[in-house]
């Protein structure tokens, strides 16, 4: 069928990404965005990155902080509609209904409606603000989330920060940065789930000698205590703080798909092109889709970017349209240690290539995997990311000059 109306539900950079593509593959039919929250795309990494690293003073301006980390405009010229959510799909007589009542009706969708972050399971109304609006635990999701955790973090107070991944990870960084006392809490070594344990080594080092505790002891809980908060530990250690932070992964926002029959074990699996069906395509943190290593949702910035590409396509041009072959591009930042990766991780053992850089702390890495591919990582060290993906791909002769001819 020919395809002149197009609803994006999710107004995220996978949402962006899509419509633009659309755009650049020649639709030039009625677009319309449906975007829960009430603001125009912005850079959901710098949130954790940079936000933290900014505050002067007391005082937080939430209008410099937004403009900071936003997107350009906007240019694919769609309907938008801001602060409004999905709240059910009826496929079969394809609308999309909105929580304020409308329908939205389409030739072709794309769900790219992200995800949430987990909590902590609450015990007796631990989570979330006090009725006098003090806080007991804070997620780092939204802008609303990092200009609230950046007026908290301007008073310096005592942080424990729950989950070991790279937000965690982050953010514990960003709030040692502007003073405060922080203690890391997480069940395996921090950023060994998502590198391995070579490089999360190199990470741990740096940050306990700039003063971060870690403290291990299994699963968290929270509980409520005073004007603070308590994190208990499966193996009964306590801890106290004026503030917990949790970063503990995320959930796929779904639950406005229940009854559609697009789940499969509650999940959104996507083929190679994007697809669900011919005329409803998916992409970003909420979908999981066939890489070399298996189906997996990769809820990355550059994934959602990638994904949102191949999907656009694959929802104009079928089985036309270009296969996704996933090569994974993931950086973080903290502890003075800023690191950039091209290729599956987690990594095993040390690396196989190590090339030191300018300063102590600053090298060239790559790994040869079981499965034939390569990783290639840069900490502190200067990089064009074209040239880290030849190294990922090619190995260091990519990297190191070439020989001179003989004559």
């Keep these: 069928m020919t395809m002149r109306r197009i609803v994006v539900v999710g107004n995220g950079i996978a949402g962006l990404t899509a419509c633009d593509s659309l755009r650049s593959a020649g639709f030039d039919g009625e677009l319309t965005v449906v975007g829960a929250e009430r603001h125009h795309p912005y850079s959901r990494p710098a949130l954790s990155k940079a936000l933290l690293h900014s505050v002067d003073g007391d005082s937080v301006d939430s209008d410099d902080v937004l403009q900071a980390h936003v997107l350009p405009e906007p240019t694919h010229e769609a309907t938008e509609l801001l602060g409004v959510s999905a709240t059910g799909l009826d496929v079969d007589a394809r609308l999309v209904r909105l929580d304020g009542g409308d329908e939205l009706p389409y030739d072709g969708l794309v769900i790219a409606s992200g995800s949430r972050a987990k909590r902590l399971a609450p015990e007796q109304g631990a989570a979330g603000p006090r009725q006098d609006g003090s806080l007991r635990e804070l997620t780092l999701r ?24 790279p937000l965690g990870v982050e953010v514990a960084s960003g709030c040692l940065h502007v003073g405060c006392e922080v203690t890391l809490v997480s069940d395996a070594k921090p950023l060994s789930r998502q590198l391995g344990d070579h490089l999360a080594d190199i990470f741990t080092s740096a940050a306990v000698r700039r003063g971060l505790r870690l403290v291990g002891g299994g699963k968290a809980r929270l509980l409520d205590h005073g004007t603070g908060a308590k994190v208990v530990l499966a193996d009964g250690t306590e801890l106290e703080a004026d503030l917990v932070v949790t970063a503990i992964g995320d959930e796929p926002n779904i639950g406005w798909l229940a009854g559609s029959n697009l ?20 992409a970003g943190d909420v979908a999981f889709f066939p890489t070399r290593r ?23 041009k079928g089985d036309a349209a270009p296969e996704f072959d996933f090569q994974p591009y993931f950086w973080t930042e903290g502890f003075g240690l800023s690191l950039k990766s091209v290729g599956f991780a987690p990594v095993v ?4 290539f190590c090339e030191p850089g300018e ?7 790559r790994w040869d995997n079981m499965d034939g591919s390569g990783t290639a990582v840069a900490i502190n060290y200067r990089i064009p990311i074209p040239k880290l993906r030849r ?12 020989a001179p001819a003989r004559v």
């Design 142 to 165: 939204t802008i609303e989330d990092a200009i609230l955790l950046k007026e908290l973090a301007a008073s310096r107070p005592s942080v424990i920060v729950v989950g070991g991944g």
């Design 263 to 282: 789940l499969v074990d509650g999940q959104l699996r996507v083929d190679s092109r994007g697809r669900l069906r011919p005329d409803i395509v998916a």
């Design 294 to 316: 298996g189906v997996e949702r990769v809820p990355l910035w550059t994934s959602a970017i990638d994904q949102a590409k191949i999907a656009a396509v694959g929802l104009l």
């Design 349 to 352: 053992g040390a690396p196989d």
């Design 359 to 365: 300063s102590a702390d600053s090298m060239l890495l």
């Design 391 to 402: 190294l990922a791909d090619v190995g260091p002769a990519a990297v190191r000059p070439a």
